[in-house]
């Protein structure tokens, strides 16, 4: 799988957006970006996935530049339950496990 | 029933002892995953099932052996382990029989040893 970079850590207020930057540089043509979080003591949730196109759903928005090179994870309006590591992964799209990088610790506050 | 489901939540062993890990779902998943977290670490895989055979193992030491009884079901089993085999397991599951898609993971079991 491709490897990705993505901040150690970030803080935001709550309810502002939260922008979760992720870098993919050597993605290939068949490969996913998948983001899950673990909220402390809890095991990793799916968030949102996507390929080449923008995704939304009831969680957060998925954007990916055109040269698929880094993508954002937006969390639109952050809640205190929102404080966890964030997790950006790229992945095939058939058989391929997935592989936990370090993530970033996202810290919304008061 | 969109639930992994671990047991125990947490467990305390000697390096002699042997215990086992549970983990049940019932989404019909066949794909079936263990993974180990330390702390402050991201989670490694350790062991993939698909349709219930043994597809991918990590390298795990023969201490830590897999089991998936039936479709629903899988346990790790635990003996002479070491102190620093301390951690957090994860179960999870993905639909079809294949490592792919969305993984549903349980809350973990905490292991420590003693």
């Known amino acids: 799988d491709a490897k990705t970079t993505q901040p150690t850590s970030m803080d935001c207020a709550e309810g502002r957006a939260a922008n979760l930057p992720c870098n993919h540089s050597?993605?290939?043509?068949?490969?996913?970006v998948y983001w899950y979080r673990q909220i402390h003591s809890q095991g990793p949730q799916y968030i949102i996935h996507g390929l080449k196109n923008n995704e939304t759903n009831e969680m957060a928005s998925l954007i990916i530049t055109e040269d698929r090179k880094s993508s954002t994870l937006i969390l639109p309006h952050a809640t205190l339950r929102d404080t966890a590591v964030y997790y950006c992964?790229?992945?095939?799209?058939?058989?391929?496990?997935?592989?936990f990088g370090k993530g970033t610790m996202l810290l919304v506050s008061p | 029933d969109t639930e992994v489901t671990q047991t125990p939540k947490h467990l305390v062993m000697g390096m002699t002892n042997k215990k086992s890990l549970k983990c049940e779902q019932h989404m019909g998943h066949r794909a079936m995953y263990w993974y180990k977290q330390k702390a402050k670490k991201p989670p490694e895989l350790m062991f993939v099932?698909?349709?219930?055979?043994?597809?991918i193992n990590e390298s795990v030491p023969s201490r830590f052996s897999p089991e998936c009884p039936n479709s629903s079901l899988l346990n790790l089993h635990l003996h002479a382990l070491q102190p620093e085999d301390s951690a957090l397991y994860l179960c999870a599951s993905s639909q079809g029989g294949l490592p792919t898609g969305e993984l549903f993971f349980g809350e973990g079991s905490r292991l420590t040893v003693l």
């Open positions: 099932y698909s349709y219930e055979k043994l597809s």
């Open positions: 992964i790229v992945r095939e799209s058939g058989y391929s496990t997935l592989t």
């Open positions: 050597t993605i290939s043509g068949n490969e996913y």
